[in-house]
């Protein structure tokens, strides 16, 4: 808990987001070290990136909706596997599945709109 120090004004210090933020500091503190450590010139470096950025965004995109595609799917899976195996069981191994379906429905409804961009051009 010590080390949660806000790099951030405004952030109270000790909180799990000064944490998250501390965290992201030293990670990129250790890349930036790395870099000049192997010759490379952290301005060169930026410069790079941005001019990569239109192809990293792109990627970022795809790999953002797949995982949401894939988190959806998941979900109506369950719900579907869910209610084969309740008309498939002996009907004295029933029990109540209306809790396991709504849990599921939730997940996928969450995922819909987490990714309200999945049916949105990538532009």
Do not use: H, N
């Not at 010139?41 to 953002?64: M, N």
């Amino acid at each position: 808990m010590f080390w949660r120090i806000s790099p951030l004004e405004g952030v109270r210090t000790g909180s799990s987001l000064a944490g998250c933020l501390m965290f992201m500091v030293m990670i990129f503190t250790i890349v930036a070290v790395v870099l000049v450590a192997l010759g490379f010139d952290l301005g060169e470096v930026d410069l790079w990136l941005e001019a990569q950025g239109g192809w990293l965004d792109f990627v970022g995109r795809i790999a953002f909706r797949i995982g949401i595609w894939l988190v959806f799917l998941f979900s109506v899976l369950c719900c579907v596997v869910i209610v084969w195996a309740r008309f498939t069981e002996a009907k004295e191994d029933r029990g109540s599945i209306w809790g396991s379906i709504g849990g599921f429905v939730l997940f996928a409804i969450v995922a819909w709109f987490c990714s309200a961009s999945l049916f949105a051009p990538l532009y």
